[in-house]
Nanobody, 115 residues
Framework: QVQLVESGGGLVQPGGSLRLSCVFSGNIFSLYTMGWYRQGPGKQRELVAQITSAGNTNYADSVKGRFTISRDDAKNLVYLQMNSLKPEGTAVYYC?????????WGQGTQVTVSS
């Protein structure tokens, strides 16, 4: 069974940076498309960034140019580097692993952007 554990969330001032990490276990990491989603207060969960097993990336328009997703297949890790954070980025950030029609989710990590 795939398990995902996120880390790296916290409180950051507007304009600051954070790096989220997600460790994958329970299957062959390199076969999965990995993604980061977020759910803000009173909002639906939305895709932030995604990276395929081939390394192709996709970003929400709201984070393009500020966030970078990357993966380390040797360490079963996926990262989300978040720069120039804005208050609207306050949310619980979830790691996602997808293969064919199956999704796995982590428990989420809170990111709060506030002065």
């Amino acid at each position: 069974q795939v398990q995902l554990v996120e880390s790296g969330g916290g409180l950051v001032q507007p304009g600051g940076s954070l790096r989220l990490s997600c460790v994958f276990s329970g299957n062959i990491f390199s076969l999965y498309t990995m993604g980061w989603y977020r759910q803000g207060p009173g909002k639906q969960r939305e895709l932030v960034a995604q990276i395929t097993s081939a390394g192709n990336t996709n970003y929400a328009d709201s984070v393009k140019g500020r966030f970078t997703i990357s993966r380390d297949d040797a360490k079963n890790l996926v990262y989300l580097q978040m720069n120039s954070l804005k208050p609207e980025g306050t949310a619980v950030y979830y790691c996602n692993a997808r293969r064919k029609v199956t999704d796995y989710w982590g428990q989420g990590t809170q990111v709060t952007v506030s002065s």
